[in-house]
């Protein structure tokens, strides 16, 4: 990778006056890699994406862009494209004229120009009204003009500034697997800004996590969810048990309350450390009988969901979150009041024990993008 | 305008029958004030365009002959309406690449600080017509900056006062505020992400000029160019002042035949001629837009 990567971040970092927006960091994007920066809103990814365009000027650091620093290169000159929030389509063309906007603006021939911009309107599935104006089409209609725009000059890097903010929430999951679909057609690298943490993991290749201007954590969607790095990536992908425990030797843990739990150490903590142990809900078991290393607790709430039952219980000074398939739900558990006796278990590989406290705890409210 | 104009029928649709006479009422002021200050005028002047003139004393005799319009075909005269509408037509021009310029300007500030700078462009406005043109001359004029500052650099100046030079800073001076402001009205409508996304697609500033921030600011240029274009054909102060007087304009014309030939019937004929190429001249900007925008839309069908 390399020798081959899209784009290249070395050192990058943004600071408004004394406001230190993106701390510097170091980043590669492969070649035809779809790479989301995922993270809430005010964290930074939206500057660190415009840094990468040409729209902001990094207070230090550099970008290379297919291995050469574009440093000093203006956007329009750079490889890149970009699909905007607000699809920024030019109002006054039709969808075929905004299409073209790039080839004309860079003076292709008339035969070919035609040629490129059906090919773009065929692969968005808009072959069928290139004459109507923006103001004529539904929203996921004009993001589709918006990305045939944005693809129509065959750039090496696509960059996508939270696309599908504004659709409604049929159509973001349709556009999820479009854009994939598309992605891979394509061949393009594709590099999406988000914050909603469910269609980073469906499309991505990799996923880089921020919060406050650093980035925590870059990995494949499977690893971010299953072996988060920190505890704000833990609670911001998917939801999440944080239980606070104590080391209380090398490689076993305590929580107050409860005794030592099952958890797989992986960093060296120090005995004496405070720690959390992070459990997805969907791992632990919940049983109406103990079973080997459950701890007893009883149920404070429960709530159906359609697929599945979540439980909150309590165990010693715990509230923990239980999700439990609807098939799955035995008899017994199914006919057990609000404030039933219950035991939960979860398996040692589920537990992952997390630095007690990120040097950036995490803040999803507050601060403006 | 327009939307003002398209509301009010429907206001009137909606209010109930007894407040039709109320709504009356209220119009009667502006109707009158129209009517007085604007139409009656109006007419008086017409109807003087086709008098006899007395050749003694002044002043009309009645009577109706077209020969107060058919003098006006003498060269003198076509000479001086050509220069006008040269004038004219070179003053809006000045004003329109100036004030556009300025008027993107401000629009891409940051939201805070386009009112300051709006401020600046009014100040002058604010101030009487005469006084800026004086203002000129001292600027231009012998033992004015102008001429000091280009000696001490070292070079032979002279007054700029009186020059064709001067005519035109003057008119754009004062024309400048109303060619900014339609412009900036329409640009302050564009979504500011386009210039990014012209930018990205590889246009640079003229191509992101010519293709998008000029057809979307059309409707703020044409106001523009109607704005500055039809009151510099009435102007007569600044030749005078500025040019030496030696090249008059149709205002200077109008004058003239009213205070020193003491020919009114012409000088209302005159007037008469310079109202309708007036209109004549918003008819056109009018019809090229329409034109213009409905090109743009057969191009992009």
């Known amino acids: 990778m390399t020798q081959t990567s899209a784009v290249r971040l070395r050192g990058i970092t943004k600071s408004f006056g004394s406001n230190l927006v993106v701390e510097p960091l170091d980043l590669e994007i492969g070649r035809n890699e779809f790479f989301s920066i995922l993270g809430p809103s005010g964290c930074g990814k939206t500057t660190l994406m415009r840094m990468i365009t040409g729209f902001e000027t990094p207070t230090a650091g550099s970008v290379e862009l297919d291995g050469k620093t574009v440093d000093r290169v203006p956007t329009r000159q750079r490889d890149l494209n970009m699909l905007f929030q607000s699809y920024a389509l030019f109002p006054h063309l039709s969808v075929y004229e905004n299409v073209a906007f790039e080839l004309r603006v860079r003076k292709t021939a008339k035969a070919e120009l035609d040629r490129r911009v059906r090919e773009a309107l065929a692969l968005v599935r808009l072959e069928d009204f290139p004459q109507r104006k923006p103001s004529e089409l539904s929203g996921g209609q004009r993001q589709r003009v918006a990305l045939a725009r944005a693809v129509v000059g065959r750039p090496a890097v696509v960059l996508l500034d939270e696309p599908l903010g504004a659709l409604d929430q049929k159509l973001r999951k349709e556009m999820q697997f479009e854009l994939k679909r598309m992605q891979r057609e394509v061949g393009i690298t594709f590099i999406y800004v988000t914050h909603d943490q469910e269609e980073a993991l469906t499309m991505s290749d990799r996923i880089a996590v921020m919060?406050?201007?650093?980035?925590?954590?870059?990995?494949?969607?499977?690893?971010?969810?299953?072996?988060?790095?920190?505890?704000?990536?833990?609670?911001?992908?998917?939801?999440?048990?944080?239980?606070?425990?104590?080391?209380?030797?090398?490689?076993?843990?305590?929580?107050?309350?409860?005794?030592?739990?099952?958890?797989?150490?992986?960093?060296?903590?120090?005995?004496?450390?405070?720690?959390?142990?992070?459990?997805?809900?969907?791992?632990?078991?919940?049983?109406?009988?103990?079973?080997?290393?459950?701890?007893?607790?009883?149920?404070?709430?429960?709530?159906?969901?359609?697929?599945?039952?979540?439980?909150?219980?309590?165990?010693?000074?715990?509230?923990?979150?239980?999700?439990?398939?609807?098939?799955?739900?035995?008899?017994?558990?199914?006919?057990?009041?609000?404030?039933?006796?219950?035991?939960?278990?979860?398996?040692?590989?589920?537990?992952?024990?997390?630095?007690?406290?990120?040097?950036?705890?995490?803040?999803?409210?507050?601060?403006?993008? | 305008m327009s939307a003002s104009t398209a509301t009010a029928p429907a206001r009137g649709l909606r209010a109930p029958a007894r407040g039709t006479l109320l709504g009356y009422l209220l119009l009667l002021p502006a109707v009158a004030v129209i009517v007085l200050l604007v139409i009656v005028p109006m007419a008086v002047i017409a109807r003087q365009s086709f008098a006899l003139s007395d050749p003694l004393l002044g002043g009309t005799m009645g009577g109706f002959t077209w020969d107060n319009y058919a003098k006006l075909f003498d060269p003198v005269y076509a000479k001086t309406m050509g220069y006008s509408l040269g004038l004219a037509a070179l003053n809006a021009a000045v004003?329109?690449?100036?004030?556009?310029?300025?008027?993107?300007?401000?629009?891409?500030?940051?939201?805070?600080?386009?009112?300051?700078?709006?401020?600046?462009?009014?100040?002058?406005?604010?101030?009487?017509?005469?006084?800026?043109?004086?203002?000129?001359?001292?600027?231009?004029?012998?033992?004015?900056?102008?001429?000091?500052?280009?000696?001490?650099?070292?070079?032979?100046?002279?007054?700029?006062?009186?020059?064709?030079?001067?005519?035109?800073?003057?008119l754009l001076y004062a024309f400048l505020p109303v060619a900014v402001f339609p412009i900036y009205a329409s640009m302050r409508a564009i979504d500011p992400s386009l210039r990014e996304a012209a930018s990205d697609l590889g246009a640079g500033w003229w191509q992101t000029h010519r293709r998008i921030f000029i057809p979307l600011s059309a409707t703020g240029i044409g106001s523009s160019i109607m704005l500055t274009f039809v009151p510099t054909l009435g102007v007569f102060v600044i030749p005078v002042l500025l040019g030496g007087g030696k090249d008059p304009l149709v205002g200077n014309l109008i004058v003239t035949l009213f205070t020193e030939f003491r020919n009114e019937p012409m000088g209302a004929a005159m007037s008469m001629v310079v109202l309708v190429l007036m209109l004549a001249s918003v008819a056109v900007i009018t019809g090229l837009l329409r034109l213009l925008s409905i090109r743009s839309n057969r191009r992009a069908a």
């Not at chain 2, 329109?96 to 401020?119: C, D, E, H, K």
Request: proline share 7%; charged share 15%.
């Open chain 2, 95 to 170: 004003c329109l690449v100036v004030g556009y310029l300025l008027a993107f300007y401000i629009s891409t500030r940051p939201a805070n600080r386009q009112p300051v700078l709006l401020m600046l462009v009014i100040i002058p406005f604010l101030t009487d017509f005469l006084v800026r043109t004086f203002a000129w001359i001292t600027l231009l004029g012998s033992g004015g900056p102008y001429v000091r500052i280009a000696r001490a650099l070292g070079f032979d100046a002279s007054s700029l006062v009186p020059s064709q030079f001067a005519v035109i800073m003057s």
């Open chain 1, 211 to 369: 919060s406050k201007g650093r980035v925590l954590q870059v990995a494949g969607p499977t690893e971010i969810y299953d072996a988060p790095n920190s505890r704000f990536v833990a609670s911001f992908i998917g939801s999440c048990n944080l239980i606070d425990a104590v080391m209380s030797s090398a490689d076993t843990v305590e929580v107050a309350g409860l005794g030592p739990v099952p958890a797989t150490v992986t960093g060296g903590f120090a005995t004496g450390t405070q720690v959390v142990v992070a459990v997805r809900p969907e791992r632990m078991t919940l049983t109406d009988r103990p079973t080997e290393g459950s701890f007893a607790g009883v149920i404070s709430e429960r709530v159906f969901l359609g697929d599945e039952w979540t439980y909150h219980v309590k165990t010693g000074g715990t509230e923990l979150t239980v999700r439990v398939p609807s098939g799955e739900t035995s008899a017994a558990l199914a006919t057990l009041p609000e404030g039933g006796q219950v035991w939960v278990s979860w398996p040692t590989a589920a537990g992952r024990v997390l630095p007690a406290d990120d040097t950036t705890s995490p803040s999803l409210i507050g601060s403006p993008a």
